[in-house]
């Protein structure tokens, strides 16, 4: 079965640090361009990083550049997000994502909440 599982969220004061973890099972994971995107209460959910199978490209969202780094573990099939210089405005679920041919797949997300 196909799942997506983050973790490592929780509640961190501005300017800390998180690192975001996606297990990821079930597909051939090193073929695959692995995405991670967030959602804020009320927001729609938007692309925050994307990472190629061979961690050659990796590309961001403005309002992460700089902050916000993807990379991942091709041999455990792990998926990562780490986050520096947070923000009260980086709150949001975040989830890990993967474009299959039976479609775009979701895991369940984790929770990230910045606030002091």
């Known amino acids: 079965q196909v799942h997506l599982v983050e973790s490592g969220g929780g509640l961190v004061q501005p300017g800390g640090s998180l690192r975001l973890s996606c297990a990821a099972s079930?597909?051939?994971?090193?073929?695959?361009?692995m995405r991670w995107y967030r959602q804020a209460p009320g927001k729609e959910r938007e692309f925050v990083a994307q990472?190629?199978?061979?961690?050659?490209?990796?590309y961001y969202a403005d309002s992460v550049k700089g902050r916000f780094f993807i990379s991942r573990e091709n041999a455990k099939n792990m998926v990562y997000l780490q986050m520096i210089e947070l923000k009260p405005e980086d709150t949001a679920m975040y989830y890990c994502?993967?474009?299959?041919?039976?479609?775009?797949?979701w895991g369940l997300g984790t929770q990230v909440t910045v606030s002091s």
């Open positions: 994502s993967v474009n299959l041919p039976r479609g775009r797949l």
């Open positions: 079930g597909f051939t994971f090193n073929t695959n361009v």
């Open positions: 990472i190629d199978s061979f961690q050659s490209a990796m």
